[in-house]
């Protein structure tokens, strides 16, 4: 027996165990993470010679922190992820960065915001903004409703539909008007990828675009001020960012 190691356990290399729940969720992750046009559960559970059963708690709780995004019964990977990335120093959305959003900031003068969907919440992940809350939002990472934002409605557009009725149907009381002014605007939402001041908030008012990749929404360019500047601007503020929206997508 060596009597160093003795006198000194905690100097020993511990031995690290694998755990077979946590293989599986690292594998559902790094499956998810490489095809880009999702995944079944069938074939997750082929891919990982895992029985179908086991597997679909774990990707239903996946789902619903945001690790997983489900379309049509095919799983992508989700918000979650990128969110730890931005906490670390790390970038998130391809199409649009910070120079971007002094662009539409420059031309809009308002405060502007990248958001995405963690869970069922909206996060502003980068801003352009004299306004301290919400450069406070954005740089802290504080979880917003999806609800009661204009970005959170153009994210909430993009949800497959079993995912939007659970959410709408998981909603408080006091949420019952949002929600039916929500339904009553989805569709538009859904065609023009365009929220334009639906005045849910009683802070403020804002105008917002969904930004998409691969077919689908993966965040929201949103500029907020106060009510009556964005009502009397309301058409103005759509053209400027759906304008901005297509040279974004252009130099994608």
């Not at 165990?17 to 946590?22: D, E, G, L, S």
């Not at 980068?126 to 609800?147: F, H």
Request: charged share 25%; hydrophobic share 40%; aromatic share 6%.
């Amino acid at each position: 027996m060596n009597p160093e190691r003795s006198a000194h356990p905690e100097a020993a290399t511990p031995v690290r165990k694998r755990h077979r729940m946590v293989d599986r969720v690292a594998g559902i992750l790094e499956l998810a993470a490489r095809n880009h046009d999702g995944l079944t559960l069938t074939e997750l559970a082929r891919l990982l010679d895992a029985p179908l059963s086991s597997l679909q708690g774990l990707v239903n709780g996946l789902v619903a922190a945001g690790y997983l995004d489900e379309h049509d019964r095919r799983y992508r990977l989700g918000g979650a992820p990128y969110l730890l990335n931005l906490m670390a120093g790390r970038h998130l959305v391809t199409q649009v960065g910070h120079k971007e959003l002094e662009a539409v900031h420059a031309d809009a003068g308002l405060t502007t915001l990248l958001s995405v969907v963690v869970g069922q919440g909206v996060f502003y992940v980068d801003s352009c903004s004299s306004t301290p809350r919400y450069d406070y939002l954005a740089k802290n990472l504080v979880r917003r409703s999806l609800i009661r934002t204009s970005s959170g409605w153009v994210l909430l557009a993009g949800f497959a539909r079993r995912d939007l009725w659970s959410y709408l149907g998981s909603l408080p009381a006091e949420d019952d008007a949002n929600r039916e002014r929500f339904l009553n605007t989805l569709e538009t939402i859904q065609e023009t990828g365009v929220c334009a001041a639906p005045h849910i908030s009683e802070v403020a008012d804002g105008v917002a675009v969904a930004v998409r990749e691969g077919g689908r929404t993966v965040a929201a360019v949103s500029v907020v001020g106060p009510h009556e500047e964005i009502h009397s601007r309301r058409d103005e503020l759509v053209e400027l960012l759906t304008s901005h929206r297509r040279r974004w997508e252009q130099a994608g």
